[in-house]
């Protein structure tokens, strides 16, 4: 069984920061990708940024130059650093750990961007 955490949510303002930490637990030899992605109400559920074991990086075009994912493979976790952030980023996040007999998800946090 495999545990994925999300933690960091909560209420910002516009212009300010938030990071985002994710934790998988369980039984886990090596995870994959990790990623995370982002469900505003009444829209899809899209992919924010994701990050390979080796750490190569892959963003949505909207939060390019603003978000930063990064991990720690030693510990299982992944980060998403957030800076200028913007009410259009007001969502639950969802944090997502590919192992090779699945994939994981976390229960997510809210991040709300007040202007």
């Known amino acids: 069984q495999v545990h994925v955490v999300e933690s960091g949510g909560g209420l910002v303002q516009a212009g300010g920061s938030r990071r985002l930490s994710c934790a998988a637990s369980?039984?886990?030899?090596?995870?994959?990708?990790m990623g995370w992605y982002r469900q505003a109400p009444g829209k899809q559920r899209d992919l924010v940024a994701a990050i390979t074991r080796g750490g190569t990086t892959t963003y949505a075009d909207s939060v390019k130059g603003r978000f930063t994912i990064s991990r720690d493979n030693a510990k299982n976790t992944v980060y998403l650093q957030m800076n200028s952030l913007k009410p259009e980023d007001t969502a639950v996040y969802y944090c997502?750990?590919?192992?090779?007999?699945?994939?994981?998800w976390g229960q997510g946090t809210q991040v709300t961007v007040s202007s």
């Open positions: 369980g039984n886990i030899f090596s995870i994959n990708d």
């Open positions: 997502s750990a590919q192992l090779l007999h699945g994939t994981y």
